[in-house]
């Protein structure tokens, strides 16, 4: 390894780590819309205290926010064929890209329901409270005046935690997903080279996440300026 | 093969004897994170010159950076120029005799010196403007100001995001595993490497860390009284 840091070699290595980014945005979107769907199921659960249910919403968010999400993906890798050939089904032959899956839905679920649930809780219950007065069910109520308000309080949150859900996105590599990372490390191994290797995909994640942040900002500014505008409809 | 609980509890053991290393590779950082990251976020509100930009762009390039490929970097970037010099000048020291937790530790610190600046950053948002116009108008001086006036405000605001920080931070420090650090989730781990009985290695971690995080929420909560207490007194 003569040089101690070649600059020519991230550029030769960034193509080749590209090609994998789709493995990476994969993980990200699937996790952020299922998780999203599941996390309002759980944050509905524990607003209107859904015997059982709540407790075991509680356990489970505590439980995802309180272990590292490496351990959760290798709970997953390793305890989930156990759970289900308990049932009779035998995954052992899945692709390791499923388990990242479920673990990366799973996490952003618990962290999406504590985002929905506060910003459906920081609706002032008046507002609920008039809907039901004039005559609207309780789905209604939601789905009418509850939830407008609510998506416009938790989208900056939800933001930040689809940007830490790609960084985290990056430990899919202990597994042996070529992702990013995965072949950021592969290039490493394979010419000896790895800081260069390492620095590219370094790269490559602060374009993402800053892509992200804009994305998020320009669409919080519409949703604020499309209320505003309603508003004075 | 079946969830030997049996053998989960020695890997408990073991997650528990290597706990201190956690606890150290989050609690040097929070600190460092507090006293730099302050600082960093006192910078960018007042735009002191160049310094302020250059923290800007220097938080958003490592926040955009994942913690785990920080720790990779940072321990090439260490391990390259000592091995380097090492050959060139004969030395009998090496890169393999530097003790990896150190680098860990240099990595989570730079980690948490950004989440925290924005922290505070925030805090010190919150805090009116009007604040700072009668400290100056009463004649305190930036400094003055900053350390009378504002600091004690916005400290109380940050508290319970600095603990989540803190959380994210023991959570974080499971990473160290990468360059081979034995923390709290490696000792677990290494029970399991004669055995393959990851699972429960793996499982008593998550135990330990599931701990370790309910406790600080809880005195996150204590805290969080206190200091309402504390704030309220002073407003009467």
């Known amino acids: 390894m003569g040089k101690l840091f070649d600059f020519k070699l991230i550029f030769e290595y960034l193509p080749s780590i590209l090609s994998r980014i789709h493995i990476t945005l994969l993980i990200v979107v699937l996790a952020t819309i299922i998780g999203l769907v599941l996390g309002i199921f759980i944050a509905l659960a524990r607003i209107y205290k859904v015997p059982i249910i709540n407790y075991l919403a509680i356990m489970y968010i505590s439980f995802i926010r309180g272990t590292p999400i490496i351990v959760q993906l290798f709970i997953v890798y390793y305890g989930l064929p156990e759970i289900l050939i308990g049932i009779g089904i035998n995954i052992n032959r899945w692709d390791k890209l499923n388990f990242v899956l479920v673990t990366y839905t799973l996490n952003t679920a618990a962290f999406m329901a504590e985002v929905l649930r506060g910003a459906i809780t920081s609706v002032s219950t008046g507002q609920s409270e008039a809907a039901y007065s004039i005559g609207m069910t309780r789905w209604q109520a939601f789905y009418r005046i509850i939830a407008p308000q609510a998506v416009g309080i938790a989208l900056p949150s939800i933001g930040i935690n689809i940007v830490s859900l790609l960084q985290d996105s990056s430990l899919a590599f202990t597994l042996g997903v070529i992702d990013v990372m995965g072949q950021a490390q592969a290039i490493g191994s394979r010419t000896l080279h790895k800081f260069e290797g390492y620095v590219a995909a370094a790269i490559i994640f602060i374009i993402l996440s800053i892509a992200l942040e804009k994305i998020f900002s320009i669409v919080e500014k519409k949703v604020i300026t499309d209320k505003l505008v309603g508003d004075s409809r | ?236």
């Open chain 2, 1 to 236: 093969m079946k969830f030997d609980i049996a053998f989960m509890f020695v890997a408990l053991e073991a997650a528990l004897r290597y706990t201190p290393i956690t606890l150290m590779l989050a609690t040097v950082p929070l600190i460092v994170g507090i006293v730099f990251g302050t600082l960093v976020a006192v910078a960018r509100l007042f735009k002191i010159r160049i310094l302020g930009s250059i923290f800007k762009i220097f938080v958003v390039i490592i926040k955009g950076i994942p913690l785990v490929l920080q720790i990779i970097i940072i321990n090439f970037a260490v391990i390259g120029p000592v091995d380097f010099l090492a050959e060139k000048f004969n030395w009998s020291f090496a890169s393999k005799d530097i003790d990896r937790l150190y680098i860990v530790l240099i990595a989570i610190s730079i980690f948490s010196i950004v989440n925290i600046s924005e922290t505070m950053r925030g805090a010190l948002m919150s805090i009116h403007k009007g604040q700072y116009e009668a400290a100056y108008s009463v004649g305190l001086t930036r400094l003055q100001a900053l350390r009378r006036i504002i600091l004690p405000q916005a400290f109380p605001v940050a508290a319970p995001v600095l603990c989540n920080n803190f959380i994210g931070l023991i959570k974080g420090s499971s990473l160290a595993f990468i360059i081979s650090v034995t923390d709290l989730m490696n000792g677990a781990l290494i029970t399991a490497t004669s055995n393959y009985k990851y699972l429960e290695a793996y499982v008593a971690s998550a135990i330990v860390y599931w701990a370790i995080c309910i406790m600080i929420e809880k005195a996150s909560v204590v805290l969080e009284k206190r200091l309402n207490l504390c704030s309220k007194e002073v407003a009467v």
